[in-house]
């Protein structure tokens, strides 16, 4: 019962911290860590869960020199537990990779999806003037400008894929 209730306060902290601060929080690094985290538990709990079907009988025990016996991290000297803790590393690297590497290459950005920067006479966010100093930005941090400006982008690329359907379309009904 103490667990559900310490669990309970840690997520009613968390929500109200991603709630209150949420535009400033760095979500990726934030989510990439609390990934880190639950890969670290599922490693531990799948040694520890195959060395306990190997104690009852249920999987074979294929030894593993030299020997290796690390219970508080699940790692045991046994192919079994070795080989499902190794594809769990090979599934976090692969996430991280693709987080971190193949995932941000993969946004294609033309010059008609990267807005002018803000602070220079350009138009800035949503059409709006842009501040020319940066202490007549207001309220506007360097975090939200930039937000603004992605989804700027996103919306770009939206809007350019929307025309390129139509113009498919209007050559499949003009055959």
């Not at 310490?6 to 902290?13: D, H, N, W, Y």
């Not at 993969?106 to 138009?123: C, F, H, I, N, Y």
């Amino acid at each position: 019962m103490a667990g559900i209730i310490a669990g309970s306060v840690i997520l009613a902290v968390v929500y109200v911290g991603i709630e209150r601060f949420g535009v400033r929080l760095p979500l990726k690094p934030f989510f990439a860590v609390t990934s880190a985290f639950l890969y670290y538990m599922a490693f531990v709990f799948a040694g520890k869960g195959v060395a306990e079907l190997q104690g009852g009988g249920y999987v074979s025990v294929t030894p593993f020199a030299p020997e290796i016996r690390l219970p508080t991290l699940g790692i045991y000297s046994t192919w079994e537990t070795l080989g499902v803790q190794f594809l769990l590393v090979v599934a976090f690297l692969a996430a991280m990779l693709w987080a971190f590497v193949i995932e941000p290459r993969q946004l294609k950005v033309t010059s008609v999806m990267v807005p002018e920067p803000v602070g220079r006479g350009a138009s800035g966010p949503m059409g709006q003037d842009a501040p020319a100093t940066p202490a007549a930005k207001g309220t506007l941090d360097l975090d939200t400008t930039r937000s603004l400006d992605r989804m700027e982008a996103d919306l770009a690329e939206l809007r350019s894929e929307l025309g390129r359907l139509r113009e498919q379309l209007t050559q499949k009904s003009g055959r």
